[in-house]
């Protein structure tokens, strides 16, 4: 029988799919600390976002409690601006938050610039509120790679290899350890490392 050189032909004829190169940006703290103003306030949350290279698409998904008595007024990417430095508005979220805390997520399109800027760690997601008009909570999309890598929660202890300090001149980041006490939702800090 000859059908495996028929198969084998057809499989040939089919067109080659290229793979989309994607990046990754899990569970980036969203933190009042990175802001150029730092406001006085104790709210928190985080990004995670996939940019398909192909499609151009970053699909996102932001989760934020902010300030107590703060209500979020509006949520951008800006760009392009390294840690620690603010840069215009480059995409305004398609449905703007509200309330006190929440969640956010969607597809937006950049173009070849605003692609450049994100692959070089040069954008950053911001959330506003009545708080801080110029931003409450901010994150620095910095690919998840192996100078970043991702959080691990084990035994009651969540490790975080990268913590951001913004405005620390070349040196960006600790390594810490926080230990769940089994209650409640606040963890403690129980290891501290030096900065990186």
């Known amino acids: 029988m000859k059908t495996t050189g028929i198969v084998l032909a057809a499989a040939l004829a089919l067109p080659a799919t290229a793979l989309a190169q994607v990046y990754a940006y899990v569970a ?9 103003s730092v406001p006085a306030s104790s709210g928190y949350g985080s990004v995670t976002a ?3 290279a192909a499609t151009k698409n970053l699909t996102y998904s932001a989760v934020w ?23 215009g508005v480059a995409i305004a979220l398609p449905t703007q938050p509200s309330g006190n805390s929440g969640k956010s997520t969607g597809v937006v399109t950049l173009t070849a610039a605003q692609e450049a800027d994100l ?5 950053y997601f911001n959330l506003h509120s009545t708080l801080a008009s110029g931003g409450e909570l901010r ?23 990268t913590v951001l300090v913004p405005g620390t001149p070349g040196k960006a980041s600790y390594s ?3 230990t769940y006490p089994g209650s409640g939702n606040t963890f403690t800090l129980s290891t501290l490392s030096g900065l990186r």
């Open 139 to 161: 994150a620095q999309l910095i690919e998840n790679s192996g100078s970043l890598p991702l959080a691990i929660y084990s035994n009651g202890t969540l490790s975080l290899p």
């Open 119 to 123: 692959l070089a760690g040069k954008w």
């Open 28 to 36: 980036l703290p969203l933190t009042a600390t990175q802001e150029t």
């Open 176 to 178: 810490a350890e926080l």
């Open 65 to 87: 409690q902010l300030n107590p008595g703060a209500t979020a007024s509006a949520a951008h990417f800006h760009g392009g601006a390294a840690l620690g430095a603010n840069a």
């Open 50 to 52: 996939l940019y398909d």
